[in-house]
């Protein structure tokens, strides 16, 4: 079975500084998607980023970039120039027929 | 604001009651999925459905059902309510499988007492 796991429950970072946040997940699947969503203190489920695995380029969106290692089965996501509102739980995901969701990782922003 | 909307924002019953649990896709959207959102089980994929037939199951319980309708809104029904069904409910939908985002309602908050 397909698992996703995000080894740090919580992080901090400065504002304006960068963060790397670590997503691990086991398949047997080549093709497949990866996310990363953010939920914040709203509780609404946003999508940060995707990634179809059969792309070797990294996806990117603005700030948020991906660092997709295929063979390792690492999704690490990585938030530059890093905002008070990027305050969140974050999950990564994973997808090719049903969703699973690691358990998230709580990123605080220090001023 | 996803465009999708889900009713009611919270629901409070006792054990044992049965609850229904409503979800308005966004304009145009034919795919429907619920998930539950639990302190200790994280966020699970309940069932999704797309154009009225069901798609795809996650980990649903047998007390839980749900469909979706011609007008494609979706229930989600919740019967012989225990303690640990206290959740967060999502409902998101999509245009069609995985080469589409899914785009979240607000959830609707469970609490069974």
């Known amino acids: 079975a397909q698992t996703v796991t995000q080894s740090q429950p919580e992080m901090s970072v400065q504002e304006a500084e960068t963060v790397t946040l670590s997503c691990t997940y086991d398949t047997s699947e080549s093709d497949y998607y990866l996310f990363w969503y953010k939920q914040p203190p709203s509780r609404q489920m946003i999508l940060v980023i995707r990634q179809e695995a059969y792309k070797q380029q990294n996806a990117t969106e603005n700030r948020f970039s991906v660092n997709f290692q295929k063979a390792a089965k690492s999704f690490s996501l990585k938030i530059s120039d890093s905002q008070l509102g990027d305050a969140a739980m974050y999950f990564c995901a994973y997808e090719d027929d049903k969703i699973i969701f690691g358990k998230g990782t709580r990123l605080h922003i220090l001023p | 604001d996803s465009g999708v909307t889900q009713t009611p924002k919270h629901l409070i019953t006792a054990t044992g009651q049965r609850v229904t649990l409503r979800c308005s896709p966004r304009?145009?959207?034919?795919?429907v999925y619920w998930y539950q959102q639990s302190l200790d089980q994280g966020l699970q994929f309940l069932i999704q459905?797309?154009?009225?037939?069901?798609?795809a199951k996650g980990n649903i319980l047998e007390r839980f059902s749900a469909q979706q309708f011609p007008d494609l809104h979706s229930e989600l029904n919740l019967s012989s309510l225990e303690l640990g069904d206290s959740a967060l409910y999502f409902c998101?939908?999509?245009?069609?499988?995985?080469?589409?985002?899914?785009?979240f309602g607000p959830g609707t908050r469970l609490t069974v007492t």
């Open positions: 459905y797309y154009n009225g037939e069901e798609r």
């Open positions: 998101a939908s999509s245009a069609g499988g995985v080469l589409y985002e899914q785009y």
């Open positions: 304009s145009g959207d034919l795919s």
